[in-house]
Each structure stands twice: as structure tokens, then as C-alpha cells.
């Protein structure tokens, strides 16, 4: 009974690419994010969805365009994948922002 | 400029021991400090939270201190276990948007 589940866990894919990465909680949150691990471990915030509307944003290239189906699920599409994208990228939630609740991850590799 | 630092090198202590982990910042006066444990390959789970009018917190072998005059938070688990390796974030909750800012984490060795 997994709370925060993304898949896949990993992604190699081709510069030029789309990719997407979908994210599921059961948690019945009312919060959703997005956040970027780089290779310095800093975790950034993406995106943050707060039931199915867009709250923070944060400076990220249009490349990347988070959706929300319900508030259950929050999915990432990346366009046109450049190397500098290759990095771990965590989906959480929470119910009345904190604490937050992570997936495991999915690493993607830019090649 | 705004910064959080955690002891970048990791941390070594001898089991039974107590290991404790700095976190510091700069230019935020954050509502809340929250600590993280992260193991390879997962994600970050949450551990403790700590409000600006709290001294201290404990949980269990865990406690966390918050000092905003020195602009510090102390991590301490107590009694180390090998099981207690992993990297500690810690996170600033600046106000009621809920956005946290994060440390880039301490690594922690735990040694038989």
C-alpha cells in the first residue's frame, strides 16, 4: 500500500525527446509537488498543485508541463529533453503543506 | 544572499554514540524547520518538525533543537544504530504558502 508512487523509476532517453512522468498518492492529500533533485543533492521545488490548481511555479523551462487529472494524481511532461534535464525528480503531497510525503524517485538519464 | 548549510562531508561515529547534525542559514526567518532522512535510491521521509517558538522536540532517540537568534538547528539521535546511516536533510517552511527551502544534506556513517 504504497502512498506516493511515480512511475517509472528510471528513464534513459535521447536528447530531443518527450517524456512523461506520471505520480499517484492515496493519501488523500489536497497537495501535490514536483521537485528536482541535481547531482548536489539540493532538492528544488517544480511545480505544486493544490487540489488540481497550479500554486507555485517556480522559474522551470516550458518544456515542463505538469497535469492534474484529479487531485489523487499530478503528472510531468517534459518536451524536447536536453542533457541538463538528467537529474532525480521527486513527486510529494501533503495535506495542509506539511509534512511532505515523497515517492522514490525516478532518475532520468539525458543522453 | 539566503543560504542554508548542512555539514557538507560526511559524518562518522562509532555505534552507541550520539551523532549530531548542524543545519544553518542565512537571511530567512522560516516558521518551521523540519528534518528529513533520505536513503540512497528512495525518497526523503519526514522525521520531526520544529516551530520558531519551540526550544526543543524529541522523538523517540531523535531531537531536534532550533535556535533563531544563532539562526541553528541541531540534529541529534542518540544511542547511533548502523541502521541510522543515511543523509539528513533539513528544510525551512518559510510561511503559509507551504514552500520549503532545502539543505543539501549530511551524510551520515554509522560504524559497528
Known amino acids: 500500500d504504497t502512498a506516493v508512487s511515480q512511475t517509472p523509476k528510471y528513464l534513459v532517453t535521447q536528447m530531443g525527446n518527450d517524456k512523461s512522468i506520471k505520480c499517484e498518492q492515496n493519501?488523500?492529500?489536497?497537495?501535490m509537488y514536483w521537485y528536482k533533485q541535481d547531482s548536489k543533492k539540493f532538492l528544488k521545488i517544480m511545480f505544486s498543485?493544490?487540489?488540481?490548481?497550479?500554486?507555485i511555479n517556480e522559474t522551470v523551462p516550458n518544456r515542463f508541463s505538469p497535469k492534474s487529472p484529479d487531485k489523487a494524481h499530478l503528472n510531468l511532461h517534459i518536451n524536447s529533453l536536453e542533457l541538463g534535464d538528467s537529474a532525480v525528480y521527486f513527486c510529494a503531497s501533503s495535506q495542509g503543506g506539511s509534512p511532505l510525503h515523497f515517492g522514490n524517485g525516478t532518475r532520468l538519464t539525458v543522453t | 544572499s539566503q543560504k542554508i548549510e548542512q555539514n557538507s562531508e560526511a559524518l562518522n561515529i562509532q555505534e552507541g554514540k550520539t551523532a549530531t547534525l548542524t543545519c544553518n542559514y542565512t537571511?530567512?526567518?522560516?516558521?518551521?524547520l523540519q528534518w528529513y532522512r533520505q536513503d540512497p535510491g528512495r525518497g526523503p521521509v519526514f522525521l520531526l518538525l520544529i516551530r520558531e517558538n519551540e526550544k526543543e522536540k524529541r522523538k523517540e532517540r531523535l531531537k531536534v533543537t532550533f535556535d533563531t537568534t544563532l539562526k541553528q538547528s541541531l540534529f541529534h539521535i542518540t544511542a547511533s544504530q548502523p541502521a541510522d546511516s543515511a543523509t539528513y536533510l533539513c528544510?525551512?517552511?518559510?510561511?503559509?504558502?507551504?514552500?520549503?527551502?532545502w539543505g543539501a544534506g549530511t551524510k551520515l556513517i554509522i560504524k559497528p
Open positions: 528544510a525551512l517552511e518559510m510561511d503559509s504558502n507551504y514552500q520549503l527551502i
Open positions: 498543485y493544490n487540489n488540481k490548481e497550479l500554486i
Open positions: 493519501l488523500g492529500h489536497d497537495t
Open positions: 537571511n530567512y526567518s522560516p516558521a518551521y
